[in-house]
């Protein structure tokens, strides 16, 4: 069984409601839920006040990617809206051990996320420390892009690092999953897959979800 994290990047935010709530009724295993602030990232998608709202019905539990400058400033902010795991990108945060330890310390699961030119070698000095590695297989900012076939030689390399390294991190994928790039992806060592668009654009959402997590 594969790990699904259905992106609510994709969701129609005018019934949101019902999309968790499909979410909730799916084989899924977390929430994804995608923050940006048109800075670190050129978009920007929703805040606190619509993850406050999220929490009060999903029943999964909350997988947040906080593509914003300093995330390590929000750190209770996402701990009050309930989320099992903090995103953060290494790119945004200058200070990144003090982040994930404040991470952890306010009791989430702490995951660190690479942008696609980023080299997985960037968390040698930090990987033990982690329980989640995000690789980002887009460039982060918008749903339904085409995958960067790279990711798959850098799953394998973040791999070797996590045994070389001791680490129990496990590690996701976000960016133009489907299907076929699932697969791919699963054979290469990757444990959960994020997927807005092929979620959220197919006519059988719950069997898109039933399908990757079957990988
Ligand atoms: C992109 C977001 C993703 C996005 C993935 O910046 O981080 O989570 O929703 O969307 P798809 O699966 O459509 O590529
Ligand atoms: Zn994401």
Do not use: W
Request: net charge negative; proline share 5%; glycine share 8%.
């Amino acid at each position: 069984m594969t790990q699904v994290s259905p992106s609510l990047l994709s969701a129609d935010f005018a019934n949101l409601g019902r999309d968790v709530e499909m979410v909730n009724e799916s084989e899924a295993t977390l929430i994804h839920i995608d923050v940006m602030d048109g800075v670190f990232v050129p978009n920007i998608s929703f805040g606190f006040p619509v993850l406050k709202s999220i929490q009060h019905i999903a029943k999964k539990p909350l997988d947040v990617h906080l593509m914003i400058v300093d995330p390590g400033k929000f750190v209770n902010q996402v701990r009050d809206i309930g989320a099992e795991i903090m995103n953060v990108h290494v790119e945004a945060c200058t200070h990144l051990h003090r982040t994930v330890q404040q991470i952890k310390a306010a009791g989430m699961k702490a995951a660190v996320t690479l942008n696609p030119a980023t080299p997985v070698c960037m968390l040698e000095d930090i990987a033990s420390d982690l329980d989640m590695v995000l690789l980002m297989s887009v460039n982060p900012g918008f749903g339904g892009q085409k995958f960067i076939p790279n990711t798959l030689e850098k799953v394998r390399r973040l791999r070797d690092l996590l045994a070389r390294t001791g680490s129990q991190a496990l590690i996701e994928i976000d960016g133009g999953v489907n299907l076929e790039t699932g697969r791919q992806l699963v054979d290469a060592g990757a444990d959960i897959l994020v997927a807005g668009n092929y979620v959220f654009a197919s006519p059988d959402p719950k069997g898109a979800i039933a399908a990757l997590s079957a990988l």
